[in-house]
């Protein structure tokens, strides 16, 4: 792998490989664009198949989180980091105060948080070696119940575009996933009347959805069949490829997961078969505006109404879509874009030191 090369292709600023032999800590952290501020972005716990897959993961969540802040119109940029290993280790402190030691060494350029494979727990193991975390206990926490709620005000958004009202009773969703989103945004669905059908690895978890929401349980590999109004990806990336597109029986895809076009190809074959597509980094921002929540001291109430703003984000680039005809996936990196822009061609200003 040419990192240089992938790091060119889409404009990234930095890339820390970071070891500790002491915890065995392998650490990975990428930062994208901080034209708008420091850059943020959570602390994935996975075990790769190869150290190429963990850099490639963490500098596509890195660019994410730099356009998904750009069109929440917060002051973040993005970034990502990646522990490389097994998340179920029950031994976390020494691993996770290494992490932040390696966070610290970036200055406050780059900011963590929750994601796959994390806690709050974890972020205050973290929070002894830097001050750049958040999601810590007792302050704006795990996120997931925001973003739940801004991909349910978003799924509600791409209902209107598509059938002229935003009500979901009635509906069947097919939610991939199982986990924290996934949990909380069931719940959302579930009481405005929507017929659930989930899957995940861990039958636990969908035991639990199953449980309270009485959703329609089935194997991982069979909810992309599923006769559906809506996808809802929740899980990992990359779930809309070239084996999925022929077997998806839905009229939108909207959901939680990161990076959810294999590649941008995808997106395009979106457009082409009248499927609506509502850009992952758009709809699942609640997290990120959370995040920068507990930054500037918002209460819970104000995040929630900020996320509750997805629903005309999303709206908007629909429209944009529509009227440049371009599939929406791009219309959202448009808007994204020009906000950069505009930011970064301010001129500098005087200030006495």
């Not at 390696?102 to 001050?131: C, Q, W």
């Not at 009229?251 to 597509?277: T, V």
């Not at 996936?329 to 950069?340: F, H, P, W």
Request: charged share 25%; glycine share 10%.
């Amino acid at each position: 792998m040419d990192i240089f090369a992938a790091m060119q292709k889409y404009g990234h600023e930095q890339l820390l490989l970071s070891h500790d032999p002491s915890c065995g800590y392998l650490g990975i952290i990428a930062i994208h664009d901080t034209t708008l501020g420091p850059a943020l972005g959570g602390t994935r716990f996975w075990k790769y198949d190869s150290t190429e897959a963990a850099i490639t993961d963490a500098l596509r969540l890195a660019r994410g989180m730099t356009y998904k802040s750009a069109v929440a119109g917060i002051n973040l940029g993005g970034g990502k980091s990646v522990i490389v290993g097994d998340n179920k280790r029950a031994d976390r402190e020494a691993l996770f105060r290494a992490h932040g030691r390696f966070v610290e060494t970036l200055n406050g350029r780059y900011i963590t948080a929750e994601d796959i494979g994390t806690s709050p727990a974890d972020m205050e193991h973290i929070k002894l070696e830097t001050d750049h975390v958040a999601g810590l206990l007792g302050l704006s926490g795990d996120p997931s119940p925001v973003t739940a709620y801004g991909v349910y005000v978003g799924i509600k958004a791409a209902a209107k575009d598509r059938w002229g009202n935003d009500s979901l009773a009635g509906r069947t969703v097919a939610v991939q996933g199982a986990g924290k989103v996934a949990y909380y945004l069931c719940r959302h669905l579930h009481g405005e009347g929507v017929k659930i059908i989930v899957t995940d690895i861990d039958q636990e978890k969908v035991k639990r959805v199953v449980a309270e929401t009485g959703a329609k349980a089935v194997a991982p590999d069979v909810i992309y069949a599923q006769a559906a109004d809506i996808y809802a990806p929740c899980a990992l990336g990359a779930t809309i490829n070239d084996d999925t597109l022929r077997r998806l029986k839905v009229e939108i895809i909207a959901g939680g997961a990161n990076n959810q076009l294999a590649e941008n190809r995808h997106g395009d074959e979106l457009e082409s078969r009248g499927i609506l597509y509502a850009p992952d980094y758009v709809i699942n921002g609640g997290g990120v505006i959370n995040v920068y929540g507990e930054i500037h001291r918002w209460p819970a109430e104000r995040a929630q109404k900020k996320a509750g703003e997805i629903y005309d984000t999303l709206l908007r680039i629909f429209e944009i879509a529509r009227q440049e005809k371009i599939p929406t996936y791009r219309a959202a990196d448009r808007l994204a874009e020009q906000r950069i822009a505009a930011v970064a061609g301010l001129d500098k200003m005087w200030m006495k030191k």
